[in-house]
Nanobody, 123 residues
């Protein structure tokens, strides 16, 4: 599975961005997908995950109510809608996929990774 993330950019605090991740999988619904981010000088960390059908999601506390993970399996695309952005959201955002049905929260759970897209939030 190849993943291609895009949609990052520079935005002011309080603004919005929508990240997309195009996947090459034949049947994307067979894969749990997630978003991770890596802030400057820090380790990559989990942000959100979604199951194959899109019926179940999970977020880290700091983005709950501001970020929404979703997917369109017909278009082979994963999304991350980010609203009310804060400077601390600045990071490289990565999409990831894992074959299976259970939500996954750790880097080592995912077998496939996109190249990352930079999100910068100015204060």
């Amino acid at each position: 599975v190849q993943l291609q993330a895009c949609g990052g950019g520079l935005v002011q605090a309080g603004g919005s961005l929508r990240l997309s991740c195009a996947a090459s999988a034949r049947t994307l619904s067979n894969y749990v997908m997630g978003w991770f981010r890596q802030a400057p000088g820090k380790e990559r960390k989990f942000v959100a995950t979604i199951n194959g059908s899109g019926s179940s999601t999970h977020y880290i506390d700091s983005v709950k109510g501001r970020f929404t993970i979703s997917r369109d399996n017909a278009k082979n695309t994963l999304y991350l809608q980010m609203n009310s952005l804060k400077p601390e959201d600045t990071a490289i955002y990565y999409c990831a996929a894992d074959f299976g049905y259970l939500l996954q929260f750790e880097e080592y759970d995912y077998d496939y990774w996109g190249q990352g897209t930079q999100v910068t939030v100015s204060s």
